[in-house]
């Protein structure tokens, strides 16, 4: 598993100071660059990675060093501050006293704090034990790549998106192993509800299971953690906290020369959650200040693949995946949040552009602070669909009005968005209505 600990600096680390810090971490090591110097690594005298050090980021948005670390991490920032990431491997207690050794060297040249401010009480585990290339991996089978992380806020971080994308080129599914304890992103949690991907959760006596749906698991050689199936009853919900609000809506625009992109992240933002999103990068944390024109120009470059981004706010965070289809350039919006009101979704509804497709809208128990817990704290309930025109006509209107629930006609009859509110009831009975409208729908 992985140790992380977070240097927030005053100053920016230059590299003679990155180096310094290493060395004093342990002097006897080699260090290593990897990724066109984007981390640097020290390995130990087999050779395998000791301590991983993240180039440092400038923290243009301070929004998530509060939602990632705590308020007491965010409150002591400076005007000027860099987020510098280090890892070790948790299971060598040698490994994770140099992380804080090396944070604290930094920090002594460089002015700032130290998250966590000593190392933390290991949990214990009954790991699975094998080889991993993979510097982030715990191990790696045939099938599966197992990222385990020590950290009470889990995120879609560098290491992990990087242990994603090997994955695509290696064909091995991912799984991420967290304590009970832990919480996961909204960014992580729509990574690993993907085909082959899964988040692995530690249980009573050392057991483990599905963090996003309970089921128990079983480790199996060569597959990694795989359902169980003798019959044993999945972890119960913990109902903690208030619920939130996750919202999923796309868009297909014309591919034309002027398009600005993220403009629907700030309309849906500023509606729903008070204001457009401060902060936005490519993994969390999301540190740079939110710019439509940068996220533009990123997507651009990367096309014609895909392009995926998080972004957060004050009481909300998301992702926005850009890619190319046929009929122009998709924006597909994910968003949770635990001040919005789904009953100002009508009013967003009537504003948005003739390029949106559909809008799904799910109350999820606990995520008020834009979290998951382990098993969700119980399932999420649907409270409604809403398509688009272009929807509207490829489903036939005469057929989409037919739905076994009421359309909401918003618009002008010749553009108009229709809005599926499931109403009120028990999350059996929302789930059995939203499965007979899609099914109507096709």
Not at 59 to 70: H, N, S, W
Not at 179 to 200: E, F, K, Y
Not at 234 to 249: F, I, M, Q, V
Request: aromatic share 6%; with cysteine; hydrophobic share 40%.
């Amino acid at each position: 598993m992985t140790y992380n600990v977070v240097a927030l600096t005053e100053e920016l680390p230059h590299a003679r100071s990155v180096i310094r810090a290493l060395e004093n971490a342990h002097p006897d090591f080699t260090i290593r660059g990897a990724s066109k110097a984007s981390v640097v690594r020290l390995r130990d005298e087999d050779g395998r990675p000791f301590v991983s050090v993240e180039m440092p980021q400038a923290v243009e948005a301070t929004t998530d060093v509060r939602r990632l670390l705590g308020d007491e991490a965010a409150d002591r920032l400076t005007h000027n501050a860099w987020w510098m990431e280090v890892r070790a491997p948790a299971g060598n207690p040698r490994a994770a006293e140099a992380a804080h050794r090396f944070a604290a060297t930094v920090i002594e040249h460089h002015g700032g704090h130290v998250w966590p401010s000593e190392p933390r009480k290991r949990w214990a585990l009954d790991l699975p034990t094998g080889g991993a290339d993979h510097p982030s991996a715990l191990v790696e089978t045939e099938k599966t790549r197992i990222v385990a992380v020590d950290s009470p806020v889990v995120g879609l971080s560098a290491a992990i998106a990087d242990a994603l994308a090997t994955g695509v080129r290696d064909a091995r599914g991912l799984q991420v192993l967290t304590p009970a304890s832990a919480h996961i992103t909204h960014s992580l949690r729509r990574v690993l509800t993907a085909s082959g991907c899964r988040w692995v959760v530690e249980g009573p006596g050392n057991d483990h299971y599905d963090g996003l749906t309970g089921m128990p698991l079983l480790w199996e050689d060569g597959l990694g953690f795989q359902a169980r199936r003798d019959g044993a009853p999945p972890a119960s919900a913990e109902r903690r906290g208030d619920p939130g609000l996750a919202l999923d809506l796309h868009f297909i625009h014309p591919a034309e020369a002027d398009l600005r992109l993220g403009e629907m992240v700030e309309h849906t933002t500023k509606l729903m959650c008070a204001g457009p999103p401060p902060g936005w990068g490519t993994n969390e944390p999301a540190l740079m200040a939110w710019d439509p024109g940068r996220l533009t120009d990123l997507c651009r470059a990367r096309a014609p693949n895909p392009t995926r981004v998080v972004f957060s706010g004050p009481g909300f965070a998301g992702t926005l995946n850009v890619s190319r289809v046929v009929e122009g350039v998709k924006e597909s919006l994910s968003l949770v949040t635990g001040d919005a009101d789904h009953a100002a979704l009508p009013e967003l509804l009537a504003e948005l552009p003739d390029s949106f497709q559909s809008l799904t809208a799910h109350r999820v128990p606990g995520a008020a602070d834009t979290h998951y817990r382990p098993a969700l704290g119980g399932a999420s309930v649907p409270l409604g669909l809403a398509l688009g025109p272009e929807v509207v006509a490829q489903v036939g209107r005469a057929k989409a009005l037919a739905a076994p629930v009421a359309a909401e006609t918003i618009g002008p009859l010749w553009s108009s968005v229709l809005w599926y509110p499931l109403g009120e009831g028990e999350p059996r009975e929302l789930w059995r209505r939203f499965r007979g409208l899609m099914g109507h729908l096709g």
